[in-house]
T-cell receptor, first 115, second 118 residues
Framework: KAGVTQTPRYLIKTRGQQVTLSCSPISGHRSVSWYQQTPGQGLQFLFEYFSETQRNKGNFPGRFSGRQFSNSRSEMNVSTLELGDSALYLC??????????????FGPGTRLTVL | AQKITQTQPGMFVQEKEAVTLDCTYDTSDQSYGLFWYKQPSSGEMIFLIYQGSYDEQNATEGRYSLNFQKARKSANLVISASQLGDSAMYFCAMREGRVETSGSRLTFGEGTQLTVNP
């Protein structure tokens, strides 16, 4: 089984721009979650999508948004980038909402730098 | 209150020895899951081991075992026979509630940086 893939792996943007990150989950997984990791704040949950619907949302401003497609692939968008948005963005793929409950696998991440 | 607490910012261990990384959690849910991940300097989060709140036995996966003490709300990771490649950041995480109703959201601790010395 192929793992979770994220594109692009690295991204450099300037303040005020917007960015779109992509995540393809493991085949058969219908849940995709997004996390932001920074040295200061650690790992923080952004949102989760399950069957094309947002199921959970973390405490981030509306500049952060996401969506999920019918093939379970997910994108997250950050508009009007700020310096503080520089981070590693991780996507996690998990099973269809039932057992096995232990499947929650991460992709390699997208490292975003905002200049 | 912190939901996941990892009190050891850094740990050192000699190669081939065992090491225990501490994790305590706080939840009022009866159903929850506890995960441990390894994050090398490359950044990828590697799943190590999982313990469900209703699992009666401690989880084991190869050299990894989870010392689950439910009454104390602790879920310590034990790595036996440490290897140089085990040097990395280790995160404890919790999913609260039933997945079917509460989703797959994880709350992470701050991590423990493990260094294995030759």
């Amino acid at each position: 089984k192929a793992g979770v893939t994220q594109t692009p792996r690295y991204l450099i943007k300037t303040r005020g721009q917007q960015v779109t990150l992509s995540c393809s989950p493991i085949s058969g997984h219908r849940s995709v979650s997004w996390y932001q990791q920074t040295p200061g704040q650690g790992l923080q949950f952004l949102f989760e999508y399950f069957s094309e619907t947002q199921r959970n949302k973390g405490n981030f401003p509306g500049r952060f948004s996401g969506r999920q497609f019918s093939n379970s692939r997910s994108e997250m968008n950050v508009s009007t980038l700020e310096l503080g948005d520089s981070a590693l963005y991780l996507c996690a793929s998990s099973s269809s909402g039932g057992p096995p409950y232990n499947e929650q696998f991460f992709g390699p991440g997208t490292r975003l730098t905002v200049l | 209150a912190q939901k996941i607490t990892q009190t050891q910012p850094g740990m050192f261990v000699q190669e081939k020895e065992a090491v225990t990384l501490d994790c305590t959690y706080d939840t009022s849910d009866q159903s929850y899951g506890l995960f441990w991940y390894k994050q090398p300097s490359s950044g990828e989060m590697i799943f190590l081991i999982y313990q469900g709140s209703y699992d009666e036995q401690n989880a084991t996966e190869g050299r990894y075992s989870l010392n689950f003490q439910k009454a104390r709300k602790s879920a310590n990771l034990v790595i036996s026979a440490s290897q140089l490649g085990d040097s990395a950041m280790y995160f404890c995480a919790m999913r609260e509630g039933r997945v079917e109703t509460s989703g797959s959201r994880l709350t992470f601790g701050e991590g423990t940086q493990l260094t294995v010395n030759p």
